[in-house]
């Protein structure tokens, strides 16, 4: 199976702040890669797809970049409604495998 | 609009079996696979299978092959996940997805709201 690393686990931010979280696969996985925001008691949320597609009715401050082995998601300026856990998904080939998420929490 | 709605919650003993429901609705429930992701207390995300409602063979992750079965009823519209033998490793919240693909590209989205299962004696 495709290991997915992430970094960092967590990260403490403050409102306005620019953020970056990457993900690296064991192996290429072309841009088959998706990031989802999970707020605690709920289920994931779609942010990006396919590495770099806004999913509609995401704010354009997220942005997802990268290809082969390593990704990045970018939170432009963050704002309070971001604070969350984040986690990179490998859509290319099964099993699929999450990283190990990214809690962004309050500075 | 497009919706997942799971089962309520469940307390199992160790060692009983678990079915997890999802129905959809708002779209065309064969044509679109249903993907399975579990969350234990406090942890990640963590794949399971995926079914397509269409029929053939569901694929499981290696971790849960032959403990873990995934069904459809069509004239429901409805997913389900069943899983025997649990121990308390087996608490988590259970949740299924929609996996939309355009070309190579797939993504999973909308998810269930989750279903609390706990294992405990």
């Known amino acids: 199976a495709i290991q997915m690393t992430q970094s960092p686990s967590s990260l403490s931010a403050s409102v306005g702040d620019r953020v970056t979280i990457t993900c690296r696969a064991s192996?290429?996985?072309?841009?088959?890669l998706g990031w989802y925001q999970q707020k605690p008691g709920k289920a994931p949320k779609l942010l990006i797809y396919?590495?770099?597609n806004l999913q509609s009715g995401v704010p354009s401050r997220f942005s997802g970049s990268g290809s082969g082995t390593d990704f990045t998601l970018t939170i432009s300026s963050l704002q309070p409604e971001d604070f969350a856990t984040y986690y990179c998904?490998?859509?290319?080939?099964?099993?699929?495998?999450f990283g190990q998420g990214t809690k962004v929490e309050i500075k | 609009q497009v919706q997942l709605v799971q089962s309520g919650a469940e307390v199992k003993k160790p060692g009983a079996s678990l079915k997890v429901s999802c129905k959809a609705s708002?779209?065309?429930?064969?044509?679109?696979?249903i993907h399975w992701v579990r969350q234990a207390p406090g942890q990640g995300l963590e794949w399971m299978g995926i079914?397509?409602?269409?029929?053939?063979?569901?694929t499981y992750s290696e971790k849960f092959q032959g403990r873990v079965t995934m069904t459809r009823d069509t004239s429901t519209s409805t997913v389900y996940m069943e899983m025997s033998s649990l121990t308390s490793e087996d608490t988590a919240v259970y949740y299924c997805?929609?996996?939309?693909?355009?070309?190579?590209?797939?993504?999973?989205?909308?998810w269930g709201q989750g279903t609390l299962v706990t294992v405990s004696s």
């Open positions: 997805a929609r996996r939309d693909v355009v070309g190579s590209t797939a993504w999973l989205d909308p």
């Open positions: 396919g590495t770099s």
């Open positions: 079914i397509n409602p269409s029929g053939g063979n569901p």
């Open positions: 708002g779209y065309s429930f064969t044509n679109y696979y």
């Open positions: 192996q290429g996985i072309r841009n088959d």
């Open positions: 998904l490998q859509d290319y080939n099964y099993p699929w495998t």
